[in-house]
């Protein structure tokens, strides 16, 4: 399939431009993960419980509005969860848990903060409540996957439309941060490119790598570093001013600097796709 994109490529592709308005634009995402390491899912009380993988979707309905900073609020029209459980004898338990999540994401909004470029510098979940230390750390969490689901809509063009070659992302792409309360560290380098173009229709595959290591790994001294990749391919519409589609697969081991920790062969195994639909009919969970 890529090499047909790249066989195709235009000799002069069409400059791209995100644009917001008033006017609602529907986004299905879609993401599975595996990771090697069991992940803590909190209910906001009393209930909690592991998972190595789930799968999680968003249906989303999003307008913008600003100038040199994009303010795009997401309501969350409908939100899926499932997974498998550490622990089988507590599978109800996490089910429990990812009801709780499906609630609160259906009645939360998603706040991107973009610049003009399409960088995306900041992602909030507005409307739940934080009265509690422990509701703060549950809402973070579903902050945190969130933000992973809208990962592909960071996709950032060069300021000066130059397109006609390969060109590099700046500051810390969100499709490569690792999920943790404190933050992400170390070297990242995201790349992109033009595969073909077909009128306003801009197709682009990214290539990612970094070596990273969490915000508390740092504070405490520890070397738990992991070594991180991306690929993926979208379609961005120069006409409309936004993403049709994109998909992005994340893959990450950990490297020989790992002495405290013990993970599995595989960090982590993660695909999102984004895709722009008309409506969400066609989608059985977003009813």
């Not at 599975?32 to 909190?42: H, I, K, R, T």
């Not at 990812?98 to 507005?126: H, N, Q, W």
């Not at 992302?169 to 173009?197: D, N, Y």
């Not at 520890?222 to 001013?241: E, P, R």
Request: hydrophobic residues 40%; proline residues 3%; charged residues 20%.
């Amino acid at each position: 399939m890529l090499l047909l994109l790249l066989a195709s490529t235009e000799a002069q592709a069409p400059t791209p431009q995100w644009q917001w308005g008033e006017t609602p634009v529907r986004y299905v995402s879609e993401m599975s993960m595996v990771a090697g390491f069991p992940l803590w899912f909190l209910a906001r009380e009393n209930n909690e419980a592991r998972g190595g993988e789930f799968q999680m979707k968003l249906a989303m309905s999003c307008v913008g509005q600003g100038k040199k900073i994009i303010e795009v609020t997401c309501e969350i029209d409908h939100a899926k969860l499932s997974g498998v459980a550490v622990d089988a004898k507590k599978q109800d338990m996490l089910n429990a848990v990812f009801a709780e999540y499906e609630e609160t994401y259906e009645s939360a909004t998603l706040v991107l903060e973009m610049d003009t470029t399409g960088r995306i510098k900041r992602v909030d979940l507005e409307g739940p409540v934080r009265s509690t230390s422990r509701e703060a750390s549950v809402i973070e969490r579903q902050r945190q996957l969130a933000t992973r689901l809208v990962a592909p809509l960071d996709i950032q063009f060069p300021k000066d439309g130059n397109i006609s070659e390969a060109w590099k992302q700046k500051g810390s792409p969100i499709a490569m941060q690792l999920l943790s309360t404190s933050g992400t560290a170390g070297g990242v380098r995201l790349m992109h490119e033009v595969a073909s173009t077909h009128g306003s229709m801009l197709n682009f595959i990214s290539t990612g790598q970094a070596t990273t290591i969490t915000g508390s790994d740092v504070e405490n001294g520890a070397n738990n570093t992991v070594s991180l990749m991306l690929s993926g391919q979208g379609s961005f519409d120069t006409a409309s001013g936004q993403l049709v589609r994109n998909e992005q697969v994340l893959t990450g081991v950990p490297t020989a600097q790992n002495l405290t920790k013990v993970f599995n062969s595989d960090y982590i195994n993660q695909r999102v796709v984004v895709q722009r639909v008309d409506g969400f009919d066609g989608y059985e969970w977003a009813k």
